[in-house]
């Protein structure tokens, strides 16, 4: 500690100041020099202990730096008394918890990049194969005409599927990561069924299937219009999927004082049981899922809703098919 230059600063102006005093005392009155001195050396040996003290407490948040800078987040400074050293190392202490928590969100953006990365690469691997096969037998020039068409128009839907399937993981991605500014406009209900709707008629034609909306005025709530679209697309294009070919898919949907519900219903195969809590799971596909079901779609769906204020369920009919059921509500839950 005497090797401070501030130490030894302290100690020449301490005694030089004693000196002094002691000097004037001896003028003043015989024997008071002595009453000075002591004085002088307990002032300075007390100013010495003090700041032997509070060196010792620098070092102290000095070695808890360390140990910060190491990753050990378990130790905890804070200090309930009065005082600037107290108050310095309570702010230190919020630093290291902010400093903490910004690492953890570093950490989790690192594992979810890691996990899309995968899940993409998991997902593509068969398709990809499937490709490389077809495209090495269309090399064949005896190959027969016909099988020329099912293989182009096979290599055409891998293709299709595939970007399909990385558009929605990525978008997944940017939700997970909250890069997505979710605009809030009022919805109208009606028109964003409408919306969603579209890309659905022709395979709806297809399986002559019908659609029934139960109508409602003036239902709406604050939203993105084009992401919830996107939302409602899969659980409709799931409700396709899982009917059978004249089957039906029933809309209905209201608005109270808490939340603005649009209920989507079907006729077909259904939802089992056990299958009800994992359905909103990425890659998870049920019992009934088509052979180019990916698993995918209701997981983007439930991301979109829940970023919006809003919540999503699916119930098992009585008879049978499956009901979802979409709430956003009007404030903060």
Do not use: C
Not at 39 to 50: A, E, K, P
Not at 149 to 172: C, G, N, Y
Request: avoid cysteine; glycine fraction near 6%.
């Amino acid at each position: 500690m005497l090797r401070n230059r501030e130490i030894q600063i302290l100690l020449i102006v301490m005694g030089s100041i004693s000196l002094i005093a002691i000097v004037a005392a001896a003028f003043i009155s015989p024997g008071s020099e002595k009453l000075v001195a002591v004085l002088s050396v307990l002032l300075m040996g007390t100013s010495l202990l003090f700041t032997r003290w509070k060196y010792r407490e620098l070092e102290k948040l000095s070695i808890y730096l360390r140990e910060i800078s190491n990753g050990n987040d378990s130790l905890d400074i804070r200090d309930n008394k009065e005082g600037e050293l107290s108050i310095l190392k309570n702010n230190i202490y919020k630093v290291t918890l902010m400093l903490s928590e910004h690492r953890l969100l570093l950490q989790r953006d690192k594992i979810q990049l890691t996990d899309a990365i995968s899940d993409i690469s998991h997902q593509l691997k068969t398709p990809l194969t499937s490709m490389m096969v077809m495209a090495d037998l269309l090399s064949d020039s005896n190959l027969p005409a016909s099988k020329r068409m099912i293989f182009t128009r096979s290599i055409r839907i891998q293709l299709e599927r595939s970007d399909w399937l990385v558009s929605s993981l990525l978008k997944l991605s940017k939700i997970d990561a909250k890069t997505i500014q979710f605009k809030k406009n009022r919805i109208s209900v009606k028109n964003l069924i409408q919306k969603a709707l579209e890309p659905l008629l022709i395979p709806l034609d297809i399986k002559g299937q019908t659609v029934s909306i139960a109508e409602a005025a003036d239902v709406s709530f604050v939203g993105d219009f084009n992401w919830t679209a996107e939302a409602l697309i899969n659980i409709l294009k799931n409700g396709v999927e899982h009917t059978q070919e004249g089957g039906a898919i029933f809309i209905s949907f209201s608005e109270n004082a808490l939340f603005t519900e649009i209920t989507i219903s079907d006729n077909g195969k259904g939802i089992s049981k056990e299958e009800l809590p994992y359905i909103f799971n990425r890659f998870y596909k049920g019992k009934n899922a088509g052979e180019g079901s990916i698993g995918i779609g209701l997981a983007l769906s439930h991301s979109i809703i829940s970023s919006q204020n809003g919540v999503i369920d699916v119930v098992r009919n009585k008879d049978k098919g499956a009901q979802f059921q979409i709430k956003f509500y009007k404030g903060v839950i």
